[in-house]
C-alpha cells in the first residue's frame, strides 16, 4: 500500500522562506510525476508546482520564481522550497504522485496500473 506523508508546513511572516517535504512509502514499481497543490479557504485544489522524474519542473504562474520543485529519487521523496512568501500563499499544500503498482486478478494473472495518489496536507498560513 503506496503512502503519501507531508511535512514542513507552519506559520510564517510574509517575505519569509518555507521548506515542505513529502516522503513516499510502501511497495510500488517507478513514482513518475511529482507534485504539489494546494487548496486555499473557499477555492478549489490548484497546481503548484510538478517535477518529472527526469528533472524538468512546471509552475504555477503565481509562484514562478519564487517556488522551487526537487526530487530525492533515492528516498523517495520530493519538495518545496517557498521563498518571498506573501499571504495570497495562505492554503493546506497537498503531495500528489503518479505511481506504477503490480497487482494480481483473483485468476492470478498479474497487471500493472498507474494512479494519483494523495498524502493528507499540511497548513502553510503567512500573516504578519
Known amino acids: 500500500q503506496v503512502r503519501l506523508v507531508e511535512s514542513g508546513g507552519g506559520l510564517v511572516q510574509p517575505g519569509r522562506s518555507l521548506r515542505l517535504s513529502c516522503v513516499v512509502s510502501?511497495?510500488?514499481?517507478?513514482?513518475?510525476?511529482m507534485g504539489w497543490y494546494r487548496q486555499a479557504p473557499g477555492k478549489e485544489r490548484e497546481l503548484v508546482a510538478t517535477?518529472?522524474?527526469?528533472?524538468?519542473?512546471d509552475y504555477a504562474d503565481s509562484v514562478k520564481g519564487r517556488f522551487t520543485i526537487s526530487r530525492d529519487n533515492a528516498r523517495n521523496m520530493v519538495f518545496l522550497q517557498m521563498s518571498s512568501l506573501k499571504p495570497e500563499d495562505t492554503a493546506v499544500y497537498f503531495c500528489?504522485?503518479?505511481?506504477?503498482?503490480?497487482?494480481?486478478?483473483?485468476?492470478?494473472?498479474?497487471?500493472?496500473?498507474?494512479?494519483?495518489?494523495w498524502g493528507q496536507g499540511t497548513q502553510v498560513t503567512v500573516s504578519s
Open positions: 517535477a518529472i522524474s527526469d528533472g524538468n519542473a
Open positions: 500528489n504522485a503518479e505511481i506504477r503498482t503490480s497487482h494480481t486478478y483473483s485468476s492470478g494473472r498479474p497487471y500493472i496500473k498507474t494512479d494519483g495518489y
Open positions: 510502501g511497495s510500488w514499481l517507478t513514482v513518475n510525476k
